[in-house]
T-cell receptor, first 115, second 114 residues
Framework: KAGVTQTPRYLIKTRGQQVTLSCSPI?????VSWYQQTPGQGLQFLFE???????NKGNFPGRFSGRQFSNSRSEMNVSTLELGDSALYLC??????????????FGPGTRLTVL | DQQVKQNSPSLSVQEGRISILNCDYT??????FLWYKKYPAEGPTFLIS?????DKNEDGRFTVFLNKSAKHLSLHIVPSQPGDSAVYFC?????????????FGQGTILTVHP
């Protein structure tokens, strides 16, 4: 079974621009979560989507948004980029069918650099 | 408020010996815990997990122990190998915060010397 894939792997943008990152979950997985990793803040939860609905949201400004499609693929968007948005953005997928703890499997990440 | 803490930023171990990585949590709603291994600029790789209904889970060289009363979990790697050198993160989730949201510790850099 193929793992979680993320595109693009690397991205360079300038301040004020917007960016869209894409994530394809493991086949059959219905939940997709997004995380940001920075040296100063570590791994922080952005949001989770399940059956095309945002089910949970982390403590990030409204410039960060996402969506999930009917095939469970997900995108996240960051508008009006700031220098501090430079980070590794990670997507993870899980089955989440039983309402109990479930393993999240991560993709390789998208390295975003904002100049 | 750091709800998941890994108080040791780094750990150095000799090949063949045991590596013990520790993690503490404060949120009593957490009931599912995971350990991940990570290399720079890559996504975390799942190692092992444990539900709060258990106090121990084993998978090959990896064993996770959970002490609910102390809100403490640990990962034991026996025997340690040079290829185990990486950053290890513990993570937690629970019905009170949604199982789709993982809260991570700061990570522990493990170095295994040949």
């Amino acid at each position: 079974k193929a793992g979680v894939t993320q595109t693009p792997r690397y991205l360079i943008k300038t301040r004020g621009q917007q960016v869209t990152l894409s994530c394809s979950p493991i086949s059959g997985h219905r939940s997709v979560s997004w995380y940001q990793q920075t040296p100063g803040q570590g791994l922080q939860f952005l949001f989770e989507y399940f059956s095309e609905t945002q089910r949970n949201k982390g403590n990030f400004p409204g410039r960060f948004s996402g969506r999930q499609f009917s095939n469970s693929r997900s995108e996240m968007n960051v508008s009006t980029l700031e220098l501090g948005d430079s980070a590794l953005y990670l997507c993870a997928s899980s089955l989440q069918v039983g309402g109990a703890g479930d393993t999240q499997y991560f993709g390789p990440g998208t390295r975003l650099t904002v100049l | 408020d750091q709800q998941v803490k890994q108080n040791s930023p780094s750990l150095s171990v000799q090949e063949g010996r045991i590596s013990i990585l520790n993690c503490d949590y404060t949120n009593s709603m957490f009931d599912y815990f995971l350990w991940y291994k990570k290399y720079p600029a890559e996504g975390p790789t799942f190692l092992i997990s444990i539900s709060s209904i258990k106090d121990k889970n084993e998978d090959g060289r990896f064993t996770v122990f959970l002490n609910k009363s102390a809100k403490h979990l640990s990962l034991h790697i026996v025997p340690s190998q040079p290829g185990d050198s990486a950053v290890y993160f513990c993570a937690a989730s629970g019905s009170g915060t949604s199982y789709g949201k993982l809260t991570f510790g700061q990570g522990t850099i493990l170095t295994v010397h040949p």
